[in-house]
């Protein structure tokens, strides 16, 4: 079984709905992340969570919000969607003094 | 200025070759700087990281920092098809992974048999 896993895989939906997508992880890692990945811009960071207690914004949050619901779980929230969010989402998740992070397999996002 | 510039390519190279990929970061007080390898649809994976300055080695992948002129690179030697990929340069303040990752555009990579 995957050790990073995001719900659902792709999703087409229509601008003003509200969207949630889910990250989960068998790591015991505290460190979770959500980018989002365009292309020519690269992976872009929305949200990250150090621990349950705490998260930060990354570079482009806006139009984003986030839950931390337990040490294994990290979902991202579009509250009104709108069609310049359509992109590849990923969910990574590290420890404090590793090496890597560890990416999820994606969320393929379109919005209408 | 972007914070981390990669040419975005495509860097064809025949097989068996040496494939060199550059970044450059605009952040000097970067400590950790981190090679990852994406194929198409796929998620990143890690190939190589790197926090002193001078040359790591793993197989046929050397990264090399320089801290003074805020470069690092990837060599891939006796390129292969299946290196075919785009790489991935990211940056930290951190001292690991676990902080913060400024990522490149990332460079794609094809390599002719």
């Known amino acids: 079984d995957a050790d990073v896993t995001q719900t659902p895989r792709n999703r087409i939906t229509k601008t003003g709905k509200r969207i949630m997508l889910e990250c989960s992880q068998t790591?015991?890692?505290?460190?979770m992340y959500w980018y989002r990945q365009d292309p020519g811009l690269g992976l872009r960071l929305i949200y990250y969570?150090?621990?349950?207690?705490?998260?930060n914004k990354g570079e482009i949050s806006d139009g984003y919000s986030v839950s931390r619901q337990a040490q294994a779980k990290f979902s991202l929230s579009l509250e009104s969607a709108i069609p310049n969010q359509t992109a590849l989402y990923f969910c990574?998740?590290?420890?404090?003094?590793?090496?890597?992070?560890?990416f999820g397999p994606g969320t393929r996002l379109t919005v209408l | 200025q972007k914070e981390v510039e990669q040419n975005s390519g495509p860097l064809s190279v025949p097989e068996g070759a040496i494939a060199s990929l550059n970044c450059t970061y605009s952040d000097r007080g970067s400590q950790s700087f981190f090679w990852y390898r994406q194929y198409s649809g796929k998620s990143p994976e890690l190939i190589m990281s790197?926090?002193?300055?001078g040359d790591k080695e793993d197989g046929r992948f050397t990264a090399q920092l320089n801290k003074a002129s805020q470069y690092v690179s990837l060599l891939i030697r006796d390129s292969q098809p299946s290196d075919s990929a785009t790489y991935l340069c990211a940056v930290s303040r951190g001292k690991s992974s676990g902080d913060k990752l400024t990522f490149g555009t990332g460079t794609r990579l094809a390599v002719r048999p």
């Open positions: 790197i926090y002193s300055n």
């Open positions: 990574a998740t590290s420890d404090d003094i590793g090496d890597t992070q560890y």
């Open positions: 969570s150090f621990d349950v207690k705490d998260i």
């Open positions: 790591k015991g890692h505290d460190r």
